[in-house]
């Protein structure tokens, strides 16, 4: 355990930056997209250089990427009623996610990197979601489907309900 001095008076700048640093206080400075609903072994946010390690509760902030370890995972109740779910080993990083529920329309654009991800879609407008790996881009149709990155140039994607809509990134090959 670390041992302050009772001498030690941190000056007011020094209390300041520590209040500023909070996870609360990281969560007003951004926008939020969601909240962590569950955490098995260990899940990450990545904002900028900072990473912070991930609780039930906690928000999900916009352009952040999310992961997972060798024995982690991760489900997220997105703004929308959308859920998102990572498995062992998984990356994804929210580029975009806006929903006005007065509306009910936004917009989600999200980067599988690796591993493993369940999507099941809100409220917006089906075509409003898309999902990118570096080998295809997946145009969800309002559905309920699982994709995996085998490797940078292989995805696997399995729709439980719905359909998707999956266009190469390398040619302009579609499939749905």
Do not use: C
Not at 22 to 44: H, K, W, Y
Not at 143 to 159: C, G, H, M, Q, Y
């Amino acid at each position: 355990m670390l041992r302050i001095p009772s001498s030690f008076r941190p000056s007011a700048f020094a209390v300041a930056a520590m209040l500023i640093l909070t996870p609360t206080a990281l969560a007003q400075e951004f926008e939020t997209a969601g909240v962590v609903i569950e955490v098995r072994d260990s899940g990450l946010q990545k904002i900028g250089g900072s990473s912070t390690w991930l609780s039930t509760g906690d928000a999900v902030i916009r352009n952040a990427a999310l992961e997972t370890d060798r024995l982690g995972e991760l489900a997220v109740d997105m703004d929308d009623g959308s859920r998102l779910t990572l498995s062992p080993n998984s990356e994804i990083v929210i580029d975009r996610f806006v929903y006005d529920p007065d509306a009910r329309d936004g917009a989600a654009v999200l980067t599988l990197a690796r591993g493993t991800l369940r999507m099941i879609t809100g409220h917006m407008p089906s075509e409003r979601y898309q999902v990118q790996t570096t080998a295809i881009s997946i145009g969800v149709r309002g559905t309920d489907f699982s994709a995996k990155v085998l490797d940078p140039s292989r995805v696997f994607v399995i729709v439980n309900r719905g359909a998707v809509a999956v266009t190469s990134r390398t040619s302009s090959a579609e499939f749905i």
